[in-house]
Every structure is written in C-alpha cells, then in structure tokens.
C-alpha cells in the first residue's frame, strides 16, 4: 500500500501532473487580467505545457512569458484588431435581416474562425520563436494551418469551446464551471499541444523537444 504513495508511484505522479496543472491555470488566467497581455499568457502556456512538468512549473511559466511578451503582444493586439473589425462586420450583417446580408454574416463567421486557426500556431510560435518579426510569424502560421488542415480545423474547435459551451450550453458551462476554473485553460492547452508537436517540430526542429 505504501508504494502508492512513494514519490516516483504512478498515482504520485498523476497527482503532480494535475496539482501542476491547476497552478499553471490560475497562473495564466491571473496573467490574462489586464487583456492585452493574453497573448503573452497563451504563448508562456504553451511553452510549459509543451515540455513534461517539472516541480516549478510556475517559474518556467513567468520566465517565457517575459521571454515572448513582445512578440506574443504584438501579434495579439493585430490578432485583436483584426478580429473586432471581422465581429463588427458579422454583427452589422446579421442586424440588416436580408436574406443576402445572412449569407454575408456567414462569410465573417467563417473568416472569424479561420482567424482562430491561425491563432493556435501563432502563440506556440512566439514561444518557439520569439525573434521572429510579425509579418514572417502569421505568414508561417497560415502556411501550417493550411498544410495540417485538419489539426488546425480541430485547433479552432478547442479554441472555441467554452464560448459555445458559455452560449449554448450554459446549464452545463455552469455546472462544470468549478473544474473550467481549476484546470480548464491548462488541459485544453495540453489537448493543443498533442496536435500542434508534428507541425511545430517540422518547423522549428529542436527548439520544442
């Protein structure tokens, strides 16, 4: 029985691995706070996660985030506007209520999503990257989204699933919003990092193992 509980036990090591991962969520969550900074969060999120946990995940995590701020900034606030103009658009075609205008706010939705693709290689990439000038990181980003089309099309169902869980299912998003709070960001991230290691690899060689 007392093998259960040594350090090196497989729960032991379970029971760290989700300990880490709770950290890691509150940690990026409280570093997201002033918006603007989400980018650098979701970048340093992705670096840990990445890599097997060590004892002091938190540590590594503040350390890339520094490390990809202006990168994962950058390409955020760009991100953001382009985006907001994007839902703007969505927004003023669905209020005109023609059957044209219907069609037209499904072309946003669909350019909406598309830019969440491109947004799950962008963030990775600042870590991997973080020297990398911004035209050179999204026009990389689009080459991979495109060629791993299916990894990135579930990269985009990931990133939106809580809004839909929030929009469609919020008797469920309520219910399991303790376990959201406490590892949601994290395990998600851990989820991304599993489809993203084959392109990320290819392209950045060394730089991710």
Same mark, same amino acid.
């Given at each position: 029985?007392?093998?259960?509980f040594? @350090?090196?036990?497989?729960?032991?090591?379970? +029971?760290?691995?989700?300990? #880490? /991962?709770?950290?890691?969520?509150?940690?990026? /969550?409280?570093?997201?706070?002033?918006?603007?900074?989400?980018?650098?969060?979701?970048?340093?999120? @992705?670096g840990?996660?990445?890599?097997?946990?060590?004892?002091?995940?938190?540590?590594?995590? $503040?350390?890339?985030?520094?490390?990809?701020?202006?990168?994962?900034?950058?390409?955020?606030?760009?991100?953001?506007?382009?985006?907001g +103009?994007?839902?703007?658009?969505?927004?003023l075609?669905?209020?005109?209520?023609?059957? #044209?205008?219907?069609?037209?706010? @499904?072309?946003?939705?669909?350019?909406?999503? +598309?830019?969440?693709?491109?947004?799950?290689?962008?963030?990775?990439?600042?870590?991997l990257?973080?020297?990398?000038?911004?035209?050179?990181?999204?026009?990389?980003?689009?080459?991979? /989204?495109? *060629?791993?089309?299916?990894?990135? *099309?579930?990269?985009? !169902?990931i990133? =939106?699933? $809580?809004?839909?869980?929030?929009?469609? $299912?919020?008797y469920?998003?309520?219910?399991f919003?303790?376990?959201?709070? =406490?590892?949601?960001?994290?395990? !998600?991230?851990?989820?991304?990092? =599993? !489809?993203? #290691?084959?392109?990320l690899?290819q392209?950045?060689?060394?730089t991710?193992?």
């Open positions: 029985m007392s093998r259960l040594r @350090y090196d036990a497989p729960l032991m090591k379970a +029971v760290r691995q989700i300990a #880490h /991962m709770i950290v890691l969520n509150f940690v990026f /969550m409280l570093t997201c706070l002033p918006i603007f900074t989400i980018g650098a969060s979701a970048a340093a999120l @992705y840990v996660m990445c890599r097997p946990l060590d004892d002091d995940p938190a540590k590594r995590y $503040f350390q890339l985030w520094k490390q990809s701020f202006a990168c994962a900034t950058k390409a955020f606030l760009l991100l953001a506007a382009v985006g +103009v994007v839902f703007f658009d969505y927004c075609s669905r209020s005109m209520g023609a059957q #044209h205008a219907t069609v037209i706010s @499904y072309v946003f939705l669909g350019a909406g999503f +598309v830019l969440m693709m491109a947004a799950g290689y962008v963030f990775p990439l600042c870590t990257r973080p020297d990398m000038r911004i035209r050179d990181l999204y026009r990389l980003s689009i080459q991979l /989204m495109l *060629f791993y089309l299916p990894r990135s *099309f579930l990269i985009g !169902l990133a =939106l699933l $809580f809004p839909i869980l929030a929009l469609y $299912f919020p469920y998003f309520l219910r919003g303790l376990v959201i709070g =406490l590892v949601g960001f994290s395990f !998600l991230c851990k989820l991304n990092t =599993l !489809l993203l #290691h084959r392109p690899q392209s950045c060689g060394d991710i193992d």
